[in-house]
């Protein structure tokens, strides 16, 4: 018995060091692959941190127009640790994505906590490894994002919130509320964490728990904070998109997106992307074995869940806010297939899932984590030697990427006067624009009148090979 304690310990150990090599070939990518405008925007956000506002209270985005563009996002954590790496070691892509991989390996420890405790130690390596090789996990745990950050703060609340009911001690409760403030402010959903904690306070005292103050307490701490934060940066964010965008863009339509022909058809494609087949196949199994009495918690977090993906999910339509998910579709396929370790057959259904899983899962991330957008950063290349860095620069993009990989700031065309590209043009040269890039001669959405002024007004810094930029002032 003594024995067998060490020996589980080493090998969640070796499961996690697994995990991390895995992403071990592809930390040096720049932020210009899949996702390059929210993977270049929160590199930029730590590079402005250095070079013009160390505050995580004021983050800053290369666009719209001259600094200081604060803007309404996430608590920093993530871009603020990068900001510290960069300014000790340089520049280097590894480090950016070494904190969102670290992040992510720290959750993967408290999804093996949690399995733990519910379960078996055999199921929560299992669990644990399913967990590191899921597409979503391998895609977005080395994104140069706060998904990893949220992950792990959403996961260490759970797992220290049932340490409270369990042990009743109030240093674990007062933790618990500071990681779900933290989860929270990384991405919003996590909130619905806070609702198996509701299922689990209700269960231990009933009617009870509604005068606890110390639950008062836990919830004053969980939700003031980030409500604050994000009020704060209401009040100074000068980019208006991302400004309030839970009830511009997710309350409006919450509960009638999942009816869309959208939704559905973002779902049918991105959930087999983000989990396999196999991985669905092995969560709804689990879900449908659940032992309501004994693992409550688990099935009511994963119903709100599942609630999340039908609500706030089916309205953003982004992949990576599937991800809020993956620990419970990691958990409860390890559950299945723990349930069937312990005779040989079953160990061998198990090896031969979680290798088809890793299989699946190469097939799909490999292409992405190859890609490298070529052309932007060659273009970037081309507006670093012919302008200062000083200068403001419109991009013929409406992705950012371009103005981020150029490491300059200025304008987006399509988003100030979309329907008047040309008055738009026009606006950002009185404003200060230097110089106008349209990536490798594409303008968004124009129909060619904007591209002919252009010609016709300014002049041509002709490189080769299609790259170009024109001369604003």
């Known amino acids: 018995m003594n024995m067998k304690k060490p020996r589980n310990g080493y090998l969640i150990v070796l499961i996690l060091i697994f995990i991390a090599v895995l992403r071990v070939p592809t930390l040096a990518n720049s932020p210009y692959e899949y996702d390059s405008w929210r993977q270049s925007d929160t590199e930029s956000i730590a590079i402005n941190f250095l070079e013009n506002h160390f505050n995580l209270l004021y983050p800053q985005l290369n666009y719209d127009g001259p600094m200081p563009n604060y803007v309404q996002l996430e608590f920093q954590i993530t871009t603020g640790i990068i900001a510290v790496l960069y300014n000790l070691f340089g520049y280097h892509y590894m480090l950016a994505r070494i904190v969102p991989l670290s992040f992510f390996i720290g959750s993967a420890y408290f999804l093996y906590l949690i399995a733990k405790r519910y379960y078996s130690v055999q199921t929560a ?44 001690r109030f240093w674990v409760l007062i933790a618990a509320g500071v990681f779900t403030a933290l989860a929270i402010s990384q991405k919003i959903p ?11 306070a209700l269960k231990e005292y009933r009617l009870r728990s509604l005068v606890r103050w110390e639950l008062w307490l836990f919830a004053l701490m969980s939700l003031l904070p980030p409500y604050l934060y994000f009020q704060w940066l209401s009040t100074i964010a000068e ?13 409006p339509s919450l509960f009638t997106s999942i009816a869309s022909p959208e939704a559905l058809h973002f779902f049918a494609e991105q959930v087999p992307n983000a989990f396999t087949w196999y991985g669905i196949v092995l969560f709804i199994a689990g879900l449908l074995t659940i ?12 119903l709100a869940m ?6 706030v999910v089916a309205t953003i339509k982004f992949d990576y806010y599937l991800i809020l998910i993956g620990p419970l579709v990691a958990l409860l396929g390890g559950v299945t297939l723990g349930s069937i370790w312990n005779k040989l057959p079953g160990k061998v259904v198990t090896v031969i899932a979680i290798v088809l899983i890793a299989w699946q899962s190469y097939q799909l991330t490999s292409p992405l984590l190859r890609e490298q957008h070529t052309v932007l950063l060659r273009q970037a290349e081309v507006v670093q030697a012919y302008t200062s860095t000083n200068d ?7 992705d950012p990427s371009l103005l981020n990989a150029s490491h300059r700031k200025g304008w987006r065309v399509g988003n100030t006067m979309p329907q ?50 024109y001369k604003l002032q």
């Open 125 to 168: 390596w299992i669990t644990t490894l399913l967990y590191g090789i899921l597409p979503l996990s391998i895609l977005y745990s080395r994104a140069i994002m706060p998904e990893s950050a949220a992950l792990f703060f959403m996961l260490g609340a759970f797992y220290l919130f049932v340490q409270w009911i369990d042990h009743k």
């Open 190 to 200: 996590t909130v619905f964490v806070g609702i198996p904690m509701m299922g689990m």
């Open 239 to 251: 980019f208006p998109f991302v400004t309030g965008i839970a009830t511009k863009h997710i309350l």
């Open 291 to 302: 032992h309501w009495k004994k693992e409550y918690p688990i099935g009511i977090w994963t």
């Open 306 to 311: 599942l609630v999340e993906l039908v609500t």
């Open 392 to 398: 403001l620069i419109v991009v013929g993009t409406d």
């Open 420 to 469: 008047d590209p040309i008055a738009e043009l026009q606006y950002f040269v009185k404003m200060g624009a230097k110089y106008f890039v349209p990536l490798r001669g594409h303008i968004d959405g124009d129909d060619g009148s904007l591209q002919q002024y252009v010609k016709d007004r300014y002049t041509l810094i002709d490189v080769k090979d299609g790259y170009f930029i």
